[in-house]
């Protein structure tokens, strides 16, 4: 079974930078891709960033050019770099496994506030 855990969130000041990771019970690499979405209160999750299997990137255009995603498939860990946050980053972060099957997984996220 695959299990994702998040950590590494936690508050800080707008224009600051934030490191979030994603632990990944299985190999990555055994994914389409690995996605981070957040989801702000009272709002609904919506796609931050996505590193595919072969290691081509997206984000969403809020983030581009702040946040980098990142992975090291030998120790199974996601990453998402944030710089320059901003009040309105502040979400409950969740790392996504795609599976090449249709089937998706998800951690239990990680809280990141940031105050202005």
């Known amino acids: 079974q695959v299990q994702l855990v998040e950590s590494g969130g936690g508050l800080v000041q707008a224009g600051g930078s934030l490191s979030v990771s994603c632990a990944a019970s299985?190999?990555?690499?055994?994914?389409?891709?690995m996605v981070w979405y957040r989801q702000a209160p009272g709002k609904g999750r919506e796609f931050v960033a996505r590193?595919?299997?072969?290691?081509?990137?997206s984000y969403v255009d809020a983030v581009k050019g702040r946040f980098t995603i990142s992975r090291d498939s030998t120790e199974n860990m996601v990453y998402l770099q944030m710089n320059s946050l901003k009040p309105e980053d502040t979400a409950v972060y969740y790392c996504?496994?795609?599976?090449?099957?249709?089937?998706?997984?998800w951690g239990q996220g990680t809280q990141v506030t940031v105050s202005s």
């Open positions: 996504k496994a795609e599976g090449f099957d249709g089937r998706s997984y």
């Open positions: 299985g190999g990555i690499l055994g994914f389409s891709a």
């Open positions: 590193i595919y299997r072969g290691g081509t990137t």
